[in-house]
Nanobody, 126 residues
Framework: QVQLVESGGGLVQAGGSLRVSCAAS????????MHWFRQAPGKEREFVAG???????VYQDSVKGRFTISRDNPKNTVYLQMNSLKPEDTAVYYC????????????????????WGQGTQVTVSS
């Protein structure tokens, strides 16, 4: 059973930091591209950051310089370090994995991802 499990969300004040994690199980994900998305209430799910199998990274403009995506292949885990958080970062954060486009750090059509996590809530208070 392949699973992606996010953790590390929570409530933080504006300007604070959080690190969310996505642990993969059931297979090795070292050749997968791993991406983070988020969905705020009443809004569509949007791309946040992506990392390909070789470590190439892409970020949404609104998080550049504040968020850092990384991966630890031996641990089958991808991280999203979020600094200088803003209330508009409040959302459910999801990780997604894709094998066929493992070299892509750029976002793909969401239907192309092989696996999705269940999401973790991040709330930033003003």
């Amino acid at each position: 059973q392949v699973q992606l499990v996010e953790s590390g969300g929570g409530l933080v004040q504006a300007g604070g930091s959080l690190r969310v994690s996505c642990a993969a199980s059931g297979r090795t994900f070292s050749n997968y591209a791993m991406h983070w998305f988020r969905q705020a209430p009443g809004k569509e799910r949007e791309f946040v950051a992506g990392i390909n199998w070789s470590g190439g990274k892409v970020y949404q403009d609104s998080v550049k310089g504040r968020f850092t995506i990384s991966r630890d292949n031996p641990k089958n885990t991808v991280y999203l370090q979020m600094n200088s958080l803003k209330p508009e970062d409040t959302a459910v954060y999801y990780c997604a994995a894709v094998s066929l486009y493992g070299d892509r750090a750029y976002p793909l059509d969401q239907a192309l991802y092989d696996y999705w996590g269940q999401g973790t809530q991040v709330t930033v208070s003003s």
